[in-house]
């Protein structure tokens, strides 16, 4: 998902060519603000902590883009393209560590797990608004 600093930012289409050019493929996209309820269902597992309500307020704050991607170890291959949480210590070359400094204000999030993004994907999308399809270059890719 891109967050409200990433739109803000004017780098939706930056984040995007970084995966697709990776070799991923996109299967869902959504454009949204993020009401309190949904913000709180995905970031529930924070509930409690200190940030928490910080968090929902910035996630909420503008709009966002949720995207679902396939390849191959999709989820911790964007993971490192993402760079670590505080986007003062990613790495250059990944999206934080390119575009922010901030711990909040990271630009992207993005699954920890299978099962996280299992659980993610419902939250945003219906299964019939992933679209299945093959693209071209997946020989190349596997
Ligand atoms: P994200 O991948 O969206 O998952 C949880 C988010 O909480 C994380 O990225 C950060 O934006 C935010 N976060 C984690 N730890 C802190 C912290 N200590 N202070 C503020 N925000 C945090």
Same mark, same amino acid.
């Given at each position: ?51 928490? $309500? !910080? ?14 991607? $396939? ?19 990613? !790495? ?27 659980? $993610? ?7 019939? $608004? ?8 997946? !020989?190349?890719?596997?």
């Amino acid at each position: 998902m891109v967050k409200p600093d990433g739109v803000g930012r004017g780098l939706i289409g930056a984040c995007i060519q970084r995966f697709e050019q990776r070799g991923l493929k996109l299967v869902g996209m959504k454009f949204q603000q993020l009401s309190r309820e949904t913000a709180e269902a995905h970031y529930a597992e924070h509930k409690g902590k200190p940030f928490f $309500e !910080d968090l929902v307020a910035f996630i909420t704050s503008g709009p966002t883009v949720q995207m679902v991607w $396939e390849g191959r170890d999709a989820v911790a291959v964007v993971r490192r393209m993402n760079g670590a949480t505080d986007s003062s210590q990613a !790495d250059p070359g990944t999206i934080r560590g390119d575009f922010s400094l901030s711990k909040q204000r990271n630009i992207i999030h993005a699954s920890d797990s299978p099962e996280t993004a299992a659980r $993610e994907i419902a939250l945003y999308f219906r299964p019939d $608004e992933l679209v299945n399809y093959a693209l071209p270059t997946e !020989d190349w890719l596997r």
